[in-house]
């Protein structure tokens, strides 16, 4: 009898079916495995009941002839309680008794025993054990059970002390949550719905995941550009082969983000899909020049073999920094060091890891900001903060944290890229604050 689980729905309905077949309990809880403990209080906890027509529906033994008056403290009311339709006078009277049927006092507590004459004549409320209901009642005691506030003020105080100052950082809450998990003591859908309650001091505004995403457009028409000379042997089909011969291969994604629509610096970002490390270099347009310049300055500071080990296959999109193919993959003195791949034009579902960290970048410099002013070391700060991130789909590690082998460790030390404490962590505009 050692079955301490949750009663099934298909358990109610065979509990329901053995009540009305006139089983006794400890019949019914023989043929569901369970105790007879565990039907009994089912039964009387998930039992529905159907009020009599008592006179003016209060539920007590002495009306029509009870004349007690006043009883809510109204001191002029000569209206007898047990007529008034403002108040329940059984709320107030401690000489009210109510009706009981000492059938259904004892089991199986409901209405089964009687005929269905005696049951048209009776006087009392009436109790049946309905299957659905009970499931239906069950699940809504199981919900209310975990609703409201169960931390003392002291604690919500603790847990505002140290979840406010963070997420006005810009820190996700899920950072916030793998970071301080002994301080914090509840879960992180528990801390939305405190602040959906406004239990602390930040409120929805402060999180970014609060605000909707557009609707996405659908493409109209297909643009088709496999005419290009760049994109032959590098489409996105061309890349899906190489990787089924090749399934190991790492795979490197890269794009450029831009401030304004006008010829200023823009940032090319390069990012690992096997540890979500992005690296940030500013470039001074978004000619072909200044990307091809990051690749050769990158395979003279790494060295050619350390460079392939790195970079054995980019996917990046049509831009127009990115079109001089044999540029990227081959040094200027013909050696191979990369393999470059295009997605589909309209396409950016297709590197969608490197798609999906721009959102950090937009964090700390908002779309439509030009990029004029900022020098690569504040670039380098923002990929030190953004690294540091802690992330459920990682495990709840951050992208350094993943960081395991010699080359990449080699290539972060290049680029003088170092983790940053937890609690450091800053992703709102405040990290590049000049004052």
Not at 31 to 57: A, D, F, H
Not at 340 to 347: K, R, S, T, V
Not at 363 to 369: C, L
Request: hydrophobic share 30%; proline share 4%.
């Amino acid at each position: 009898m050692g079955n301490y689980n949750r009663i099934t729905f298909k358990e109610r309905v065979r509990i329901e079916a053995g009540i009305y077949a006139k089983k006794s309990f400890s019949q019914i809880a023989k043929e569901l495995g369970r105790s007879t403990s565990s039907i009994t209080r089912e039964v009387k906890q998930n039992r529905i009941v159907v009020r009599s027509s008592y006179p003016n529906g209060t539920d007590c033994i002495y009306p029509p002839h009870c004349n007690k008056t006043g009883l809510c403290g109204e001191e002029y009311c000569s209206m007898r309680c047990w007529t008034c339709r403002e108040h329940d006078c059984t709320q107030y009277c401690d000489r009210c008794i109510t009706h009981t049927c000492k059938k259904t006092e004892k089991a199986p507590f409901v209405c089964a025993l009687c005929s269905e004459k005696n049951k048209k004549a009776c006087k009392y409320n009436k109790y049946y054990y309905i299957a659905e209901k009970a499931e239906a009642n069950a699940k809504k005691t199981r919900s209310e059970s975990r609703s409201g506030i169960r931390l003392s003020q002291e604690e919500l105080q603790t847990l505002d002390e140290v979840l406010s100052p963070l997420i006005r950082q810009g820190q996700p809450l899920s950072h916030i949550c793998n970071t301080h998990r002994d301080e914090i003591k509840v879960s992180e859908r528990s801390i939305y719905n405190y602040i959906e309650q406004g239990e602390l001091s930040i409120c929805n505004l402060d999180l970014r995941r609060k605000v909707k995403y557009k609707k996405r457009r659908k493409k109209q028409t297909e643009i088709r550009c496999n005419k290009f000379s760049y994109r032959h042997g590098r489409t996105y089909e061309d890349f899906q082969k190489y990787m089924k011969i090749h399934p190991d291969t790492p795979v490197v994604e890269m794009d450029t983000v831009r401030g304004l629509r006008s010829k200023e610096q823009v940032l090319l970002t390069i990012m690992f899909n096997n540890c979500s490390v992005m690296l940030m270099i500013l470039i001074k347009d978004e000619s072909m020049e200044p990307v091809i310049e990051v690749f050769d300055r990158l395979t003279k500071a790494l060295g050619i073999r350390r460079f392939r080990k790195l970079f054995p296959v980019i996917l990046t999109d049509n831009g127009r920094c990115f079109k001089n193919a044999l540029a990227l993959e081959y040094t200027k003195s013909g050696s191979p060091r990369t393999k470059i791949f295009y997605c589909d034009p309209q396409a950016s579902w297709q590197k969608p890891h490197i798609e999906k960290n721009h959102e950090f970048i937009r964090y700390v410099i908002p779309q439509g900001k030009t990029f004029k002013g900022y020098t690569q070391d504040d670039m380098t700060l923002i990929a030190n903060h953004i690294n540091s991130t802690i992330r459920p789909g990682l495990e709840y590690k951050s992208p350094y944290d993943l960081v395991e082998t010699e080359e990449m460790k080699k290539l972060l030390e290049v680029l003088n890229m170092s983790p940053v404490a937890a609690d450091e962590i800053c992703l709102n505009p405040k990290l590049l604050s000049k004052e």
